[in-house]
């Protein structure tokens, strides 16, 4: 390490001390990070790459762990832009060659699906959209695969009343389409560790592409996006609730480790 990551260990090192005495601090620090990474662009390219894989690292990773799936996609997809800009613009470019056709495939389907959950007295909000770049690339280098070969680019997210709609919501899809043996996760009887609870399903859609569905409550959105910071019982930035307590467990032990650590470096790799 040169005595500028040595520094920069020791501020990571004071930041997890300062989030496990109040909550508040990892959420300003991540605001910051995410406001630095909209406007990355004005820094040289060397900055830009120390940032990049800084925020990828660390940051990205933390909003994860909290919960704050909207700070983390934009986050990942901002530094995938600079630190492999030749993947992403690849991707971005096909995404915009078959934009018309995605977004004709997201009507059609969010068509077919309402008036089904419409016919089975569910009242629901569904939206689809396309994958995020960083996630297609993640597919594309696990599966080894190239673009072209990437079937679930579609996404839907059904939000409804109450959690037997969920399952009642399931069974109508997969009564419409046939799954995709495998694809099925129920998050909502075994949530994740960052306390995501969601019901995902893949299925082959009309056109014979894979489509990917999310199916939960507006309860369970809204901790799905905004993570720790949807938990609004706070005293002076300590979560008050016993159960809110040990879903965040995880932070007490890397003040514990911190004591155990005297060295910056070292604690950063074991974090």
């Not at 930041?15 to 601090?25: E, F, G, L, N, S």
């Not at 977004?103 to 959209?129: A, F, M, P, Y």
Request: net charge neutral.
């Amino acid at each position: 390490f040169t005595p500028s990551e040595k520094k920069q260990a020791e501020n990571f090192r004071k930041m997890i001390m300062a989030m496990a005495q109040d909550i508040r601090v990892i959420m300003i620090k991540l605001a910051d990070r995410i406001h630095n990474m909209r406007t990355l662009e004005h820094l040289s390219e060397q900055r830009q790459m120390v940032i990049a894989q800084e925020t990828m690292d660390i940051y990205a990773p933390i909003a994860n762990r909290l919960g704050m799936q909207q700070i983390k996609v934009e986050l990942e997809d901002l530094c995938f832009k600079f630190l492999k800009a030749n993947i992403y613009d690849m991707i971005e470019l096909r995404l915009k060659d078959r934009k018309s056709e995605r977004d004709s495939e997201i009507v059609k389907i969010t068509e077919i699906i309402s008036q089904k959950l419409k016919d089975h007295n569910i009242h629901h909000e569904i939206s689809g959209r396309l994958k995020h770049n960083y996630s297609i690339h993640r597919k594309m280098e696990a599966q080894n695969i190239p673009f072209d070969e990437v079937h679930d680019i579609v996404a839907f997210r059904i939000i409804v009343d109450n959690l037997q709609q969920c399952y009642e919501t399931l069974g109508v899809i997969h009564s419409m389409w046939r799954p995709v043996p495998g694809r099925f996760k129920d998050y909502i009887a075994m949530p994740k560790g960052n306390n995501y609870r969601s019901l995902h399903t893949t299925i082959v859609g009309p056109d014979g592409d894979r489509i990917e569905f999310q199916i939960r409550t507006e309860e369970m959105h809204d901790v799905a996006e905004h993570g720790i910071a949807a938990h609004w019982q706070y005293k002076e930035g300590k979560l008050v609730n016993d159960k809110d307590e040990l879903k965040f467990k995880w932070i007490r032990r890397l003040l514990e480790w911190q004591k155990e650590l005297s060295d910056p470096t070292e604690f950063l790799d074991t974090v």
